[in-house]
């Protein structure tokens, strides 16, 4: 799991670079290039205990560790682990605390991640402080005991494209002796590299942008903490949340295109967003590569580029819905990070857990998850798209 075993001359090179070869040298059995899908469940053993560093797929895998070498690379990172899902990555990390010890969350959080605090870790005694990013940006401070063991933040947020200053935040969240983890799934470690900016775990949902082509679900986790690092490899193998074989390469092949796939999604991305919000029918836009975007600073600074994701309100739930089904180059459906352009209705689609709380995502919000096709035909076929609410407030 670690990205400097056998130091190699991928050490002194570039991210593109490295996410080409970091972990992926051609494979000493057979010189296969690319990493081979190592599709077993079990070694060979050569003497009782004695094996060629494998003994079972659960506990590791060739085609595993080429993946988890190549993820700890990007994200700077000593240590790199993959799991099944996002999710399998989260249930790991919150295997590191106990009944009774309080979690600091970003409120506008993957309601997926929402979902599994409040039904399954509240019931048992965990506490969870749910903080707006205005709240964060305030200070943490007033909001920290000494039961919190974990800041958990994402940034961007899923689905309001909230910034959150992670330096800061990382800052005040180790006065008080908690544990930094940032969801790094929107941004990917080519725009924004928390574990840089002090944070201690950095989660991704490989299922996005690192696989990046919408054909498998996985998730990992990278650290520089020796204790961290090792607690999680041990709960790994202990809970068993481990992606097959064929699953990690799949990853692998995505990430060799990572940094070009990701500067064309901004690229796109400032295109959709600049016709958004020059559009009649359009409320507001959030993307923070806008310069009135709250976060538009920070991410600045902190971000390499903006990224691919943009959240749009629109004049009603009743437009948001209709409009998302006359897209013909835009797929409705959930998830994002993929070659293709995907748009959904959060409140209704992917954010429905969270429909119950304070903070529940509009109704009238529409997220983007864009593409890399040609910006030309994405900013036509919203423009259709956004024809008939155009007419209609016109009339209005
Ligand atoms: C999708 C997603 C997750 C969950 O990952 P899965 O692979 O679906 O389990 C977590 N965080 C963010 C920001 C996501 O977009």
Known sequence: MSAKDGAAYTDAVEFETRAIHDGQEPDPATGAVITPIYQTATFVQDDVGVNKGYDYSRSGNP?????????????SAEYGLAYSSGLGATTTIMHLVNPGDRV???????????????????????RFTYLSAEEIAAGLEPHLDEST??????????????????????????????????????????????????????????????SGHSDVIGGSVATNDPTVAERLKFLQKALGAVPGPFDCWLVLRGLK?????????SENARAVADFLAGHPAVDHVLYPGLRD?????????????????????????????????????????????????????????THASTSEASFATPGNLVRLSVGIEAAADLVADLEQALAPVAAASKRA
């Open 149 to 210: 063991r974990i800041v958990w933040l994402e940034t961007p947020t899923n689905p309001l494209l909230n910034v959150i200053d992670i330096r800061k935040a990382a800052d005040s969240a180790h006065a008080a002796g908690a544990l930094v983890v940032v969801d790094n799934t929107f941004a990917t470690p080519y725009f924004q590299r928390p574990l840089e900016l002090g944070a201690d775990v950095v989660l991704h949902s490989t299922t996005k942008y690192l």
């Open 63 to 75: 085609t595993r560790t080429a993946l988890e070498t190549c993820l700890a690379s990007l994200e």
């Open 257 to 265: 295109t990572l940094a070009l796939r990701m500067e064309r999604h």
């Open 293 to 349: 975007h709250p976060g538009h600073e920070i991410a600045a600074r902190q971000m390499r580029d903006f990224g691919g994701m943009i959240s749009f309100l629109t004049a009603s739930e009743e437009e948001a819905i209709a409009l998302v089904t006359r897209t013909k180059v835009w797929t409705l459906a959930e998830s994002l990070g993929g070659v293709e352009s995907l748009i959904e209705v959060p409140a209704r689609m």
């Open 104 to 126: 600091v969350s970003v409120n506008d959080v993957y309601g997926g991640v929402y979902r599994m605090f409040t039904q399954v870790y509240e019931p048992k005694g965990y």
